[in-house]
């Protein structure tokens, strides 16, 4: 389990069902921005999580990880979840 972690396999791992979901929202008929909007977000916080399990540089985490937010909000907005009731 060291290995999977260290490696950053763990992250590709959680990518590849992120990317299994995406396929199989499409396949029901989900439109790409709606799959986008939805998975957007956890795939940029993963990649965070990648660049920390291998050890890159500060950047190579923090920006996934700060694009995830601006994201996320769009999404958000995109789906009127942002008003008030």
């Known amino acids: 389990m060291n290995a999977l972690f260290a490696s950053g396999h763990a992250a590709d791992i959680i990518l590849a069902i992120l990317v ?3 396929l199989w ?4 008929g989900h439109a790409a921005r709606d799959i986008a909007g939805t998975l ?5 916080i ?3 999580l990648r660049a920390a399990l291998t050890g ?3 950047p190579w985490i923090a920006l996934p990880l700060a694009a995830a937010l601006p994201v996320h909000l ?3 907005a995109r789906r ?3 008003r008030r009731p």
């Open 80 to 82: 009127g979840m942002l």
């Open 46 to 48: 993963v990649l965070g």
């Open 20 to 22: 299994i979901e995406a």
């Open 74 to 76: 769009w999404d958000l």
């Open 40 to 44: 957007l977000p956890a795939v940029l």
């Open 56 to 58: 890159a540089d500060w």
């Open 25 to 28: 929202l499409a396949a029901r």
